[in-house]
């Protein structure tokens, strides 16, 4: 979820529509694929259906400095494709429906 500071000392969420926590998550995710643990890997590995290159992505995914980035993009961006942050699309679904209880 994305925090910012505000003029008070906590770090509340601030209310950005969706579209703008899209564009932060995007901005965010851009500004940092040079330390994509995925960079130098093929695409196509992380849109396989078959569980064992599914594995294999999430393995890439695990060591991966910006995951945590690439995951609140895929999930603000509800991709239903693909391995992002580690996360198949189901996975992502569970955990966006979680932090819509928080
Ligand atoms: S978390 Fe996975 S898909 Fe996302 S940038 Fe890192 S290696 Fe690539």
């Known amino acids: 979820m994305i925090h910012e500071k505000n003029n008070s000392e906590d770090s509340s969420p601030i209310n950005f529509s969706q ?4 564009l932060i ?14 960079k130098d890997k093929g695409v196509e590995l992380f849109f ?5 290159k599914i594995k294999e992505a999430k393995k890439i995914c695990a060591d991966c400095e910006i ?5 609140d993009f895929a999930i603000l961006n509800q991709e239903s494709n693909g ?20």
């Open 48 to 52: 396989e259906f078959d569980s064992s």
């Open 83 to 102: 391995v992002w942050g580690g996360t198949t699309p189901d996975e992502r679904n569970r955990i966006a429906c979680t932090r819509r209880l928080r």
């Open 19 to 22: 579209e703008t926590r899209r």
């Open 25 to 38: 998550a995007y901005d965010r995710l851009v500004n940092n694929l040079g330390s994509a643990a995925c």
């Open 67 to 71: 995951k945590d980035l690439c995951l």
